[in-house]
């Protein structure tokens, strides 16, 4: 399999403070792939030792497979969007990507057409206003923009909707969307957008990489003897509930809807575990609405994997 992105032993410490402790990384070419983690957690850190922005204490770093080295000209190309873009605000969109356009050598011809491709395909082609009257959405847009305009095989983007109201949320998740054979590397706390995107997942705790992998293989792993059982009234979860206590091979966890219950397994046996709800419901007379095998959302893994 071909990578985009490797660390070996990649590690950052600041003083007595280690941020990024040892994690070796291998995102496959082509994939999107959100990097999870709560706020301090180690997402910038990493992200800026990949471009380039932060020395590592120790470590490796490999883009398109090749190896990377602080304060030299990388040999890849490669995108990066940073959590609050900064611009010159008396220049309009057009001007700023003409200068990005410019720091990259390319042809004249060809940079003038590049920036008529991505003003359109970020929305902006139709603005005139200079980048100072932009909203913050506008500039994410055109800070995801600046980031494509030499069509570099891998984009870092860290936190790129994190602070956007709704219809700038949805607008950003297009674009990521529409950027086919691009590797996208992001950022994130936002796990609905990870869960909607993403086909590859990292997973970061205290400087530590606790999870990764594709996110059909994490879903699959994480729901191994694990089914949903709902009720059609409430008394009857609570008698489940309580039933159930007594059953060693299982147990019962509440969820928001006071109607369902999820159940694990201890043996990871669906069929000991399927055969044993049915007859407890049988036993004490309680209807179910629905029993079946449960696919987790990233949300469980996320907290399962980080123990919370």
Do not use: W
């Amino acid at each position: 399999m071909s990578y985009a992105v490797e660390t070996f032993g990649l590690t950052k410490r600041y003083k007595t403070a280690l941020a990024v402790d040892n994690i070796d990384i291998a995102i496959p070419q082509g994939c999107c792939c959100g990097f999870l983690g709560k706020n301090g957690a180690g997402k910038t850190t990493t992200l800026k030792m990949l471009v380039g922005l932060k020395r590592p204490t120790k470590g490796k770093i490999s883009i398109m497979g090749h190896q990377q080295h602080f304060g030299t000209m990388p040999d890849i190309s490669f995108g990066y969007l940073p959590d609050v873009p900064s611009f010159y605000g008396y220049m309009t969109g057009a001007e700023f990507l003409d200068l990005c356009g410019r720091l990259c050598n390319m042809p004249t011809a060809q940079r003038k057409e590049r920036v008529k491709e991505l003003l359109k395909k970020v929305g902006l082609d139709k603005t005139r206003t200079r980048i100072s009257g932009y909203s913050r959405g506008m500039k994410q847009r055109l800070g995801i923009a600046q980031a494509m305009i030499n069509n570099p095989p891998v984009i870092f983007m860290d936190e790129p909707v994190s602070a956007l109201d709704p219809i700038g949320r949805r607008d950003v998740v297009e674009i990521i969307q529409s950027m086919k054979d691009t590797t996208i590397i992001f950022s994130t706390h936002i796990l609905a957008d990870v869960e909607n995107l993403c086909d590859y997942v990292l997973i970061i705790e205290k400087g530590k990489i606790l999870a990764r992998d594709y996110m059909s293989n994490l879903k699959e792993r994480h729901a191994s003897g694990t089914a949903k059982l709902r009720f059609y009234q409430p008394q009857d979860t609570a008698a489940f509930m309580e039933h159930s206590a007594k059953l060693e091979y299982l147990t019962a966890d509440r969820q928001s809807n006071p109607l369902e219950l999820l159940l694990h397994s201890k043996t990871g046996n669906m069929q000991e575990l399927s055969h044993g709800v049915t007859s407890l419901l049988q036993a004490h007379g309680i209807a179910m609405e629905y029993f079946g095998a449960h696919t987790p959302h990233l949300e469980d893994i996320f907290y399962e994997v980080i123990g919370k």
